[in-house]
């Protein structure tokens, strides 16, 4: 199993950039998808989520509007679209997939994780 993301990088204040990760080893169509990320000195938050089941993507309030998350099950490949980037948005951003066959049986995976620096 993989989750492989693509390589962050330096962006300048109200810059885009896109990540990518691309998965193997599972049936990803069957994963809920979602970015995390943490900061230094912080824990890992929640940024978005596409479910599986095509229902409503979810955000971190700090990031509403601005980023957008998006998958393509054909190419096993999740995308976070950031935009108007901040100089807070700086972290290490994670991959990261979940399946829950049971309330008691979940299988998850993590990515490898890309830092992302906001800064001029």
């Known amino acids: 199993v993989q989750l492989v993301e693509s390589e962050g990088g330096l962006v300048q204040p109200g810059g885009s950039l896109r990540l990518s990760c691309t998965a193997s080893?599972?049936?990803?169509?069957?994963?809920?998808m979602s970015w995390h990320r943490q900061a230094p000195g912080k824990e890992r938050e929640l940024v978005a989520r596409f479910p599986s089941n095509g229902g409503s993507t979810n955000y971190a309030d700090s990031v509403k509007g601005r980023f957008t998350i998006s998958r393509d099950n054909a190419k096993n490949t999740v995308y976070l679209q950031m935009n108007s980037l901040k100089p807070e948005d700086t972290a290490v951003y994670f991959c990261?997939?979940?399946?829950?066959?049971?309330?008691?049986?979940?299988?998850?995976?993590w990515g490898q994780g890309t830092q992302v620096t906001v800064s001029s």
């Open positions: 080893g599972f049936t990803f169509s069957t994963y809920d």
């Open positions: 990261y997939a979940k399946r829950v066959f049971l309330p008691t049986l979940i299988t998850d995976y």
